[in-house]
């Protein structure tokens, strides 16, 4: 329990961070718990299996990739405790390898929308849409990034990081330059955390203004999201939850306390409509936002039985 309550520490206080990442992190949290386990007793165990599964889909409300994991290990069967491991191994090890091959899928496929000499506006810090800005670059194509900040927790030195160390030239910016540099845009890149069966994509806050500015100045937005950012519970009606986190990481506890009129907000990611989305890419391929509700049916495979069934 120990561990398994350290890792679920490490996502909520985004130690580890990225809607990919907290979802192999789950699996692979959730494969070793079951090893962890002393019971014999599949009832038990079973039941123990249920609420770490419970325990970490809670600690991020927003990344539908975590409830899409932990579902996908839950799958497992086995009438004996250690069938039930087997079975929960081979799912968990099945979905990482899944996931790091999608990432490069992803690559592989969105950096053909990538031109020679593009310059490309990136938010925040996502692996996906890393991976198309890598892929352009190793195919010789001269890119050049310009990436945001991405306040309050500042992601975007992550990706300068990252883009660095590949070679890419890039330069940061503040969010609010965001516009000023529109026009120097071919392509806008964003990651998701979640992409709705509308085709409404949810990912860190900031990126609907990024969205609309490109509208506005004709520039093409490409969403990279793995199959298992797509949400099937929104099929059901249901809305992706915005996870809005503590103030301190917008203003110090201290300087708030100087004031008697003001609250601070801290949403963590918003809602960009599809309409200022051109294609969201896959590791299936790259699709309109429209044909969203077809990759939850024919790629991600759940049945609506499954999700009234299970609320993770
Ligand atoms: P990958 C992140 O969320 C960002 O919003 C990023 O765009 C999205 O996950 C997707 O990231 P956070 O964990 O899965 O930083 O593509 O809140 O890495």
């Known amino acids: 329990m120990k561990q398994l309550a350290e890792t679920a520490r490490k996502i909520h206080e985004m130690e580890i961070r990225g ?22 007793d599949i009832i038990e165990f079973n039941e123990k299996m249920r609420i770490a599964a419970e325990l970490l889909v809670s600690m991020r409300p927003t990344a539908v990739s975590l409830p899409n994991a932990v579902r996908a290990v839950k799958r497992y069967k086995g009438g004996t405790v250690e069938d039930a491991r087997r079975s929960i191994k081979e799912l968990a090890d099945g979905f990482i ?22 310059t490309i506006m990136t938010h925040c810090n996502s692996a996906a849409a890393i991976s198309i800005m890598a892929a352009a670059y190793a195919q010789g194509k001269d890119i050049r990034v310009i990436n945001t900040e991405s306040r309050p927790r500042m992601q975007g030195h992550l990706t300068t990081r990252q883009l660095d160390v590949l070679g890419i030239k890039t330069s940061l910016i503040v969010d609010s330059a965001v516009r000023y540099f529109m026009k120097e845009v071919d ?20 990126t609907s203004q990024v969205a609309l500015s490109a509208k506005e100045s004709r520039k093409n937005v490409i969403i990279a999201a793995e199959t298992y950012k797509f949400s099937p519970r929104t099929i059901l009606g249901d809305l992706v ?61 759940w049945g609506i039985e499954e999700m009234n069934s299970n609320g993770a």
Request: hydrophobic share 40%; glycine share 10%; charged share 30%.
């Open 241 to 301: 939850d915005i996870e809005e986190r503590d103030r301190g990481e917008v203003i110090s506890p201290e300087k708030l306390s100087e004031f008697s009129n003001v609250t601070v907000k801290n949403p963590a990611f918003d809602v960009t409509p599809r309409e200022y989305i051109d294609l969201i890419c896959t590791e299936v391929g790259g699709f309109p936002p429209e044909m969203a509700y077809v990759i939850i049916k024919d790629f991600l495979g």
């Open 187 to 206: 392509i806008v890149i964003m990651g998701a955390d979640a992409v709705t069966a509308n085709g409404s994509v949810i990912n860190k806050i900031g």
């Open 19 to 40: 809607a990919g990442k907290i979802a192999r992190t789950a699996a692979a949290e959730l494969r070793d718990y079951a090893f962890r386990l002393r019971t014999h």
């Open 97 to 118: 390898a899944g996931s790091e091959n999608a990432i490069k899928r992803i690559g592989d496929i969105g950096s053909k929308r990538v031109r020679d000499g593009d």
